[in-house]
């Protein structure tokens, strides 16, 4: 009976370990990253495509596909440590880099879409919500930028555009923020600022070396050549655009940013 009963042990153990096995060799890490970017106008036309692979009729000489919680330049890093009573892991961020980059003209090309998450003990699969904030809002907040920028001695100013930040705390289940940047291509006619009005990325796949997942999200873009004027105009000129894609991002961090042409310091920087 003894004997019985161990066998009996045995064979489910085996079975076990066999799933086990099974389902390990079931997950096919990708041995590239993949994404697809597409902006919507008010209209409903389509405005960018942008890819792993193409920006419009431009073929993509470089791009990267990264998650992790490590992307801050350690310079910056150091020089935050050294100042205020924090240490490197609590600067650390869980993000999501999307970034597509080609010289023309001996200019870098370049287009970043970084998601921003709130810290988690791990990578969850499931629908994460973006920061939502009203128009009105945003404005606003632009305007306030700007008349610091524009006073005798604008504080913290580094010789850059100033990044409108928020002192509101998103809600709990708004935890994700986003970052766009584009510079050469075409299919803007200048330079913006871009902040989200909502909506939701979507992680499908979680493993430890890859992500797999899609994002359908408003940005308002708000033009940056304001910083060059006497006055704040009366009416912006502002665009809006629904973008919507799909990504797989492998594990990396900031040695994998810092190989690209494209300087995504400033990303890293004021939005960690």
């Given at each position: ?119 988690q003990d791990e990578w969850r699969t499931g629908t994460h919500d ?135 310091d400033g990303i890293t920087f004021f939005f960690f």
């Open positions: 009976m003894k004997y019985s009963i161990g066998i009996l042990m045995l064979s489910f153990l085996f079975a076990v370990s066999c799933d086990r096995l099974s389902n390990s060799e079931d997950i096919i890490i990708p041995e590239n990253h993949s994404f697809s970017i597409e902006f919507i106008d008010e209209n409903g036309s389509r405005v960018e495509h942008f890819s792993h692979t193409s920006a419009g009729e431009f073929e993509i000489e470089n791009s990267v596909g990264l998650f992790g919680d490590d992307f801050i330049p350690p310079e910056i890093v150091e020089m935050i440590t050294s100042q205020i009573p924090i240490t490197p892991e609590q600067l650390k961020r869980d993000q999501i880099y999307l970034h597509a980059e080609k010289e023309v003209d001996g200019e870098i090309f370049h287009v970043t879409l970084n998601f921003r998450f709130q810290n973006v920061m939502q904030y009203s128009e009105e809002f945003l404005i606003e907040r632009f305007r306030n930028s700007w008349e610091r920028f524009r006073s005798e001695d604008p504080s913290g100013s580094t010789g850059l555009y100033p990044v409108p930040v928020s002192n509101v705390s998103p809600l709990p289940s708004q935890n994700v923020s986003v970052n766009y940047l584009q510079a050469g291509f075409d299919g803007l006619s200048k330079p913006y600022f871009f902040h989200s009005l909502g909506g939701a990325v979507e992680l499908e796949e979680v493993h430890d070396q890859f992500l797999k997942g899609r994002f359908n999200i408003e940005l308002l873009g708000l033009p940056n050549d304001v910083y060059q004027m006497d006055e704040f105009p009366e009416e912006l000129d502002t665009v809006k655009y629904s973008v919507a894609g799909h990504f797989t991002v492998l594990y990396g961090d900031y040695d994998d940013l810092a190989e690209l042409r494209a300087n995504l």
